[in-house]
């Protein structure tokens, strides 16, 4: 099959992009000006591998990876799994956690360094910082003392504090890894180099997994984090770099195979939430790890068959049959359709973010909100009318309704994957 508009040689100016999902390949042609021209999905060949897949699709589309540019994003090892040990979890654990979620990995707690149980989640990456860069760190250098990571059941572990203390953290853990404070010695929590070995962590995590070093080309030298793709996206719109408008307090969600990600306004959050983004961020994002319709179906459906308002959401989905599928959903006797798990991933996602149940997760006050986007490939299938009762749920009586819209173009992808360097961030 071939991309509508190929053409051998290249067009001057034009691009293309892939994203690599946990379900679908995506492949769209971009114009000179970075605008999405025409695109084309295909579901995930899970026998053939990435590397096969992909270049049947570029082969059927006229595309040649050494001769063409293509700009490339992948999901489909649903995220490098970071924790956090911090200092404190509303100052530097806030910023380590933006930084983290920016570079595209998921955040999957957040501890206090005394944190007495620690935790028994594995996780790819244990990341210990807090404090800025000073000498006299009497308070922080014995709590850094007291720190055991035994605690912790990790891949490898990293420090990200002051750096007067980083000798002294080395010597008692023999291999960590040390990034340069993010916090430094003005607290203003600057994206540097957690930033990018996290998101290195992530790419070289997602070659070894799933093959992607074997893509032709610089494919698989050039691979971006999908996740971070849809946060610039998300970023550019709201600053009015993209050609979707945004017109007030915004919920993005990113309903995926794996995870279903939160990108949100910071104006968003509760008045009273005791969570907090980072300051100076705009936007800001969360990972609900265990919500997803094909790799966490599992735990979605756990989650939503022991859901209180169960019933209200059927009815808000269905219309019909409510009563025969609910009494079939608490015996775990029904097998739901693919539109009807990406529903249960946005009400559950929604639902947690009005509570803040999650790790560092703010509380969200969906009063505020004027607009929610859904995008990603499980979004594709949802009815705005449907969508627009599951969010009445969570609504105050009598409260405004959003305006909700479905990205059918992932105009927030395209914003994201031609991000640069040079763009403000």
Request: charged share 20%; net charge negative.
């Amino acid at each position: 099959m071939t991309l509508p508009g190929a053409t051998s040689p290249s067009q001057p100016g034009v691009r293309y992009a892939l994203d690599i999902g946990s379900t679908v390949v995506k492949l769209a042609r971009l114009d000179g000006a970075g605008m999405l021209e025409t695109q084309q999905f295909f579901p995930r060949d899970f026998e053939a591998g990435i590397a096969r897949q992909v270049g049947d699709v570029l082969a059927a589309a006229g595309i040649d990876p050494e001769r063409d540019t293509i700009l490339a994003c992948s999901s489909a090892n649903g995220g490098l799994r970071i924790g956090i040990v911090c200092l404190t979890k509303h100052f530097s654990g806030a910023a380590l956690r933006n930084q983290i979620l920016l570079a595209g990995a998921n955040p999957e707690f957040v501890h206090d360094m005394d944190e007495a149980n620690g935790d028994s989640r594995r996780v790819d990456m244990l990341l210990v910082g807090g404090g800025i860069d000073c000498e006299d760190a009497g308070p922080a250098e014995r709590r850094l003392l007291d720190f055991d990571p035994g605690r912790y059941r990790y891949g490898a572990l990293a420090y990200a504090g002051n750096r007067f203390l980083a000798d002294a953290f080395v010597q008692r853990f023999a291999g960590t890894l040390v990034i340069a404070n993010p916090l430094a010695d003005s607290l203003s929590g600057r994206v540097g180099g957690v930033f990018e070995t996290v998101r290195r962590a992530y790419l070289d995590d997602l070659v070894f997994k799933e093959g992607v070093s074997e893509l032709p080309g610089q494919l698989g030298r050039s691979i971006r984090p999908t996740p971070e793709v849809a946060n610039r996206g998300f970023l550019r719109a709201v600053q009015n770099q993209s050609t979707f408008t945004i017109v007030g307090a915004c919920i993005v969600l990113d309903i995926g195979g794996a995870t279903t990600d939160l990108h949100y306004t910071v104006e968003v959050v509760s008045e009273a939430s005791l969570v907090r983004p980072a300051r100076g961020m705009s936007v800001a994002r969360y990972v609900f790890t265990d919500i997803g319709i094909v790799a966490s179906r599992d735990t979605l459906m756990a989650q939503l068959r022991g859901h209180t308002q169960l019933y209200e959401f059927l009815g808000a989905v269905l219309g019909q049959d409510v009563r025969d599928v609910f009494a079939a959903l608490r015996e775990g006797d029904y097998t739901p359709s693919p539109a009807l798990l990406s529903y249960a991933c946005l009400f559950l996602a929604l639902d947690r973010f009005a509570k803040g149940r999650g790790p560092g997760l703010p509380t969200g006050d969906l009063d505020k909100v004027a607009q929610i986007i859904l995008t990603g490939g499980a979004a594709q299938t949802l009815d705005v009318s449907a969508v627009n009762r599951v969010v009445a749920l969570m609504l105050s009586p009598g409260g405004a309704p959003p305006l909700v819209q479905v990205d059918q173009r992932y105009e927030i992808w395209v914003g994201g994957i031609t991000w640069t360097d040079d763009m403000p961030a």
